[in-house]
């Protein structure tokens, strides 16, 4: 360490014992600010003279008169109009020709010539087979570079305000067209109209009113029939298909009127098949009760087992009946008219008889069970009064049963065919209903696919029924008062505001999550970093980096690790120097506004103190070649550090190099101490930067002694060619 202070002490004593010495030293330290603060500040707001582009625009429209619309309109007249308000560029309103030829000697950037058919094409955009409209544009391409960029971008703004225009002038004339349909709404004709609309919507709506009504009463039904189906197994014989949901959308009510029929007859079927499933679980039951007391009190514990699980099934037929009378009840029976009552009852009192008698056959079994067990012998008398018990209860049954088939069932069919009246009605404003397909994978199913199904038709009845409710409540109070104002407040008293707003509906409202003040300080990362570069390779050819072996000329020699040292010494002071002057400069003169401004100074430190020691280390290590190295570096990170344009703009091998290249952390940490930092995306950066030492302090520290021989021999050559 000691050697390496000395070789820096000396050569700040030779760095100052000139006048020229420092003056060429304050150069090569201001050289750099000088880069940056002029590259900065010349683009500090290109963009806000964009208005000094002379772009000319020539029309010949020659305008169209539409069949539908009896007015003849120009549309190239209105975007010319549109063109002298418009401050975006300096718009040369002129002849087509003085247009191309202007554009041709460079006199205009660019120009727009707008067809003959052009307001024809735009008018007559909904015909079948019609194109695009087009604008011709012409571009003096070697002008300037980015002359041609920013006229295409006025051009697509000249395109969307031609659109918008267009879609104002089209919506304002059919707004205009309403305004004048709604002035006429309150004559007598009309009136008489939306008297007829209002009787028509109010039918329809108390029919679906009714049909959703329908629809949860046989959704009652549907859902106490599953239980007894699932006792009666022969009923898998019996039920062979079941009804697939309707396809097709829903359209004022027709497809639920149709699904709402469908529902009326699997409910029926459903009935029918409980009474059969309850009369077939009877006769089972007194099979069983025959083998039971036929069997004799030689297997009384058996028989007992068994009748215990006679009972059993038999509570369970009881519950089951008693929540299919209590259906009938509260469900069935507030949705059928008055008259239709007395046969429901008839259904209900047999289902009650039926429902007595089983409990009486229950309490019969329970105490044939209780016979048995104490040793009772007259097994006969229990057995008659079991079997005449269960012929009560099976003739209870078949009574209800009948009294459905014969009373209830033609009621329930005649609430089906007044939907299908309802369909028929509703016919001329609805779809197409697809057919119904049998798919037979179980009764059970089948019963509890239509309960859910008619559950939805429900709603979706009463739903329909409320939104037409609705509208009939607004057309009988507009009828009422008179008052058909409604539509003129949605257009409103100037229908070309409303035009205009739905021309351009969508806004931006812009907010910058790292605001930087123009884009002049958003160039200032990529400027700044060259310019260190520069610095740092100016650095390296002007002064000499083969210090001498003793530092003051006499004294112990050094060795070649501390004369490497040392020497970077005054380089680092001087890149320290070059890049304090930049980024302060970049504050205090041109105006950048850092969100971390030590932060920042902190930046151009440390990518000064890499810069310097990489080109150094090259420039100790090969020479002249290190130089040529340097500069070659130099070249690849003006576009491949990404500071002007993204990454994912250029070639994929500009991609590939970037993350090895010093100026790109430098650059993204310059970005960070500027805008604002994300987490630790600025340390990182930084971290990358110094990682660069790393490899260099290997090169001249070890690596460069094998090349010592290799560039003495390399100089003498160049030196004997009296030229370099």
């Not at 037929?317 to 929540?323: G, K, S």
């Not at 805008?675 to 600025?682: D, E």
């Amino acid at each position: 360490m000691k050697g390496i202070l000395l070789q820096f002490r000396s050569d700040v004593r030779r760095a100052t014992s000139s006048v020229m010495a420092v003056v060429v030293l304050c150069g090569l330290i201001a050289i750099p600010s000088v880069f940056t603060w002029f590259n900065v500040v010349g683009s500090w707001e290109p963009f806000d003279n964009t208005k000094n582009l002379k772009v000319a625009v020539a029309s010949v429209d020659e305008g169209y008169t539409s069949p539908l619309i009896p007015l003849h309109l120009n549309v190239g007249s209105l975007v010319e109009s549109a063109l002298r308000e418009n401050d975006q560029m300096d718009w040369i309103i002129t002849t087509k020709e003085d247009a191309i030829a202007g554009t041709e000697s460079g006199d205009y950037y660019a120009a727009m010539v707008l067809p003959e058919d052009f307001s024809e094409r735009m008018l007559t955009f909904y015909r079948d087979g019609s194109q695009q409209t087009h604008i011709d544009f012409y571009t003096n391409d070697k002008s300037n570079p980015l002359a041609p960029l920013i006229t295409s971008e006025g051009a697509d703004d000249l395109s969307a305000k031609i659109n918008s225009e267009f879609t104002k002038e089209l919506t304002d004339i059919a707004l205009s067209l309403v305004s004048s349909i709604v002035k006429n709404l309150d004559s007598a004709d009309s009136q008489a109209a939306f008297l007829r609309i209002e009787a028509h919507l109010s039918d329809v709506a108390t029919q679906l009113r009714a049909a959703s009504g329908t629809a949860t009463m046989f959704t009652g039904i549907l859902e106490a029939s599953v239980p007894l189906v699932e006792g009666g197994a022969s009923l898998l014989d019996k039920v062979e298909s079941e009804l697939s949901a309707a396809s097709g959308n829903v359209q004022e009510g027709l497809s639920a009127a149709e699904e709402a029929d469908a529902a009326i007859i699997r409910a029926a079927d459903a009935l029918t098949a409980a009474f059969a499933a309850s009369s077939t679980q009877l006769g089972n039951f007194s099979a069983e009760v025959d083998r039971v007391f036929s069997a004799g009190a030689d297997a009384a514990a058996a028989s007992v087992e068994s009748i215990n699980d006679v009972v059993t099934d038999l509570d369970s037929l009881i519950e089951q009946h008693v929540e299919l009378r209590d259906r009938l009840v509260d469900d069935v029976a507030p949705n059928l008219p008055e008259e239709d009552l007395p046969a429901l009852q008839a259904v209900i009192d047999g289902l009650n008889d039926a429902i007595e008698n089983e409990q009486e056959l229950r309490d019969a079994l329970s105490a044939a069970a209780t016979g048995i067990t104490a040793g009772d012998s007259d097994l006969q008398e229990f057995r008659a009064d079991i079997d005449s018990r269960i012929v009560a209860a099976q003739s209870s049954l078949d009574n209800a049963g009948a009294v459905y088939s014969n009373d209830l069932k033609p009621i329930l069919d005649e609430l089906a065919a007044s939907l299908d009246t309802l369909s028929a009605g509703l016919a001329g404003i609805s779809g197409d209903v697809s057919g119904l397909d049998a798919t037979a994978n179980g009764v059970t199913d089948v019963l509890e696919s239509a309960a859910a199904q008619n559950t939805e038709l429900a709603t979706m009845l009463g739903d329909t029924a409320a939104e037409l409710e609705l509208v009939v409540d607004s057309l009988s109070t507009a009828i009422d008062t008179g008052d058909f104002a409604e539509v003129s407040k949605v257009i409103g008293s100037d229908p070309e505001l409303l035009a205009t707003a739905l021309s351009d509906p969508v806004g931006i409202d812009r907010r910058p999550l790292y605001p930087i003040v123009s884009f002049g300080a958003g160039m200032a990362p990529l400027y700044s970093t060259l310019a260190l570069w520069v610095g740092a390779l100016l650095l390296s050819v002007t002064l000499r980096v083969d210090p001498p072996s003793r530092p003051f000329g006499s004294g112990k020699e050094l060795k070649l690790h501390e004369r490497f040292l040392g020497r970077y010494g005054l380089f680092a002071v001087l890149g320290l120097a070059q890049s304090t002057l930049v980024f302060l400069g970049n504050i205090l003169i041109v105006g950048l506004q850092p969100a971390h401004p030590f932060l920042f100074i902190l930046v151009g430190w440390v990518t000064s103190t890499v810069f310097t020691f990489i080109i150094y280390t090259l420039v100790v290590s090969f020479s002249d070649a290190g130089k040529a190295l340097a500069v070659f570096l130099l070249v690849i990170q003006v576009a491949g550090a990404g500071g002007a344009y993204p990454l994912v703009l250029l070639p994929d091998w500009f991609q590939n190099v970037s993350p090895f290249l010093p100026a790109t952390h430098a650059i993204d940490a310059f970005r960070a101490a500027m805008a604002g930092i994300y987490r630790a995306g600025y340390w990182i950066s930084l971290g990358w930067l110094l990682a660069f030492l790393l490899p260099m302090l290997l090169l001249g520290l070890v690596l460069r002694k094998p090349l010592i021989g290799v560039n003495e021999k390399m100089e003498s050559m160049l030196h004997s060619t009296k030229l370099m």
